[in-house]
């Protein structure tokens, strides 16, 4: 196998040493590490260790940042990304229904066929967004660990308030930055 070849992203890598130790938090009390034979020189083995600690961190991390994109995409598509074209001068004509659509569209036109400069503006802001939008499961889970012994009412509508915050800057970030 050529390392060259391994096409590993950071950009999933991230957001798995984040959620991770989240996750541990969360869910630790329930798993069995203890069962584990400490004297195989499997589990002995420091170098091992990271590298199971690395692999599993990145599988969590595409998990989070597929969740991340299904979940923050639609919900910045209903109605923040049409608000924040609404009050950019990009503004696309028509109804305000087919604003997301028209705007993925002259992405993917820009990303295809425009010059070099207007191609990497578009890939500048795209990464910004998509820095954004990846943090959405760690902050979820962040937050329902922080806010452990309040209400569950309370719980949720921090959770909602976080989800909000992420959307609406995930949608300026995407057409504004």
């Excluded at 998509?130 to 329902?144: M, Y």
Aim: charged letters at 20%.
């Amino acid at each position: 196998m050529k390392w060259e070849n391994l096409n590993l992203h950071l950009e999933n890598l991230l957001p798995g040493l984040v959620t991770l130790p989240l996750l541990l938090r969360l869910f630790g009390h329930s798993l069995q590490v203890s069962e584990f034979d400490s004297s195989s020189w499997l589990i002995s083995s420091e170098l091992v260790r990271v590298g199971i600690a690395i692999a599993a961190s990145y599988l969590i991390g595409i998990v989070a940042v597929i969740v991340s994109r299904i979940v923050i995409d639609f919900a910045s598509g209903l109605l923040p990304r049409p608000l924040s074209l609404c009050f950019s001068r990009r503004r696309p004509p028509g109804p305000w229904r087919e604003m997301s659509t028209q705007f993925n569209t002259a992405v993917g036109a820009a990303l295809a066929n425009a010059p070099e400069a207007i191609k990497n503006e578009v890939l500048k802001r795209r990464e910004r967004s998509r820095l954004l939008r990846t943090c959405f499961v760690p902050v979820v889970l962040a937050v329902w660990i922080l806010t452990e012994g309040q209400e569950k009412w309370v719980r949720l509508a921090l959770e909602f308030a976080s989800f909000v915050i992420i959307v609406v800057l995930y949608a300026y970030t995407e057409v504004m930055i």
